[in-house]
């Protein structure tokens, strides 16, 4: 565990406290990042912080400001910030338990890696770790990191346990804004049994390893063929496939093709010989007029 902790502190259960540190449990992916260059010199463009009258100034110079009024600001220095007393700076109460499904996944912001501060911490530690798999529940709590106080929730994984901060609810849109326009219309059987199967065809286990950011592939491969043009503009234009537009789609033509794409046919060729089966008691039914002639 070469990380450096992001928080140190200890969770507390009524009259119980654990020592824990919390690290980040994600971190920043492969990524393209570009810079505004000046192009008759090719040189980078710098960013100075100026003051309105005054010019560039110094680092030293600068404080935090709250704006009350229009241009009326209230200046607080950094150490006074951090004075602020709040509990939750070194303490995680637990004060709520509840069902991870009654937290909608709206409210999940990112996750941490909770593990025992030390030795003696480990047996109350796996033991709230077992009481939360064994009961199946959440525990929620508030939390203060990095300037700002989390409602974060806590539950089993693997060995050790992870910390998830949640969103408050005035950070989360109501959904009927946007869905209240979409009908409630309930599918056909049919179409519904068709989108179904072609659901169950492609399931399969999850490997996040398979998934990768094809994007940043696309646009180091720009940056290398544009190294090699010297300077020569590239643009492609590739017709992706994607349409726009009002246009009526089958959507029973489209999901038996998708199926067929899938390897859905093969199952579904013995359902259209079915009808074939019936010709024997066609025959039998005209065998008796045989013998009355």
């Excluded at 859905?264 to 008796?288: I, N």
Aim: net charge neutral; aromatic share 6%.
């Amino acid at each position: 565990m070469a990380a450096r902790a992001y928080w140190q502190g200890q969770i507390r259960l009524a009259l119980v406290s654990i020592p824990v540190e919390i690290y980040s449990a994600t971190k920043s992916g492969a990524a393209v990042s570009f810079k505004q260059i000046h192009e008759p010199s090719g040189q980078p463009i710098h960013y100075d912080k100026v003051v309105t009258g005054v010019g560039p100034v110094d680092a030293d110079e600068i404080m935090k400001g709250y704006e009350v009024s229009k241009g009326e600001y209230v200046l607080l220095e950094q150490d006074e910030i951090d004075a602020v007393k709040l509990e939750s700076k070194k303490t995680l109460e637990l004060t709520q338990f509840v069902d991870a499904s009654e937290i909608d996944v709206l409210y999940y912001e990112k996750p941490y890696f909770v593990v025992p501060a030390d030795d003696l911490a480990e047996e109350a530690f796996i033991v709230l770790r077992e009481a939360l798999k064994r009961t199946k529940k959440v525990g929620l709590g508030q939390l203060a990191m990095r300037g700002r106080e989390y409602v974060v929730s806590l539950k089993p994984c693997g060995r050790g346990m992870v910390l998830e901060t949640l969103r408050y609810a005035d950070e989360v849109h109501k959904a009927q804004g946007y869905f209240r326009e979409i009908p409630d219309d309930k599918p056909s059987e049919e179409l519904l049994e068709l989108a179904e199967a072609l659901i169950e065809k492609r399931s399969a286990d999850f490997h996040p390893q398979e998934f990768h950011d094809r994007y940043v592939d696309a646009l180091k491969d720009l940056i290398e063929r544009k190294r090699k043009s010297n300077g020569k503009k590239i643009i492609e234009d590739k017709d992706t496939g994607a349409k726009s537009g009002s246009n009526v789609v089958d959507l029973m033509a489209a999901l038996k093709k998708s199926m067929e794409k899938s390897g859905g046919a093969a199952e579904k060729a013995p359902a259209k010989k079915a009808p074939a089966k019936r010709a024997p008691a066609k025959t039998a039914a005209k065998a008796p007029a045989k013998k009355r002639a």
